[in-house]
């Protein structure tokens, strides 16, 4: 409505993402993967947020 520019780039990217409640030992630390083994090729994060629940994000491709 400004009428200002926005310079930028779209990425045309898939995810699958999911909050799972998950008690688990795991330490609470973010998890960042570039080309994991268990989704080659893309980039995958598992963090925990409150109240024993963990955020996955896949991409897809």
Known sequence: MMGLDFEGRV????F??????MK???PAI???WFDPPFNPGQTSLIHK???E???IDFQMG
């Open 16 to 21: 699958l993402i999911a909050d799972v409640k």
């Open 53 to 55: 629940i963990w955020h």
């Open 30 to 32: 973010r998890r960042f």
């Open 49 to 51: 947020q409150a109240d």
């Open 24 to 26: 688990t030992d795991f």
């Open 11 to 14: 990425f045309e990217n898939h």
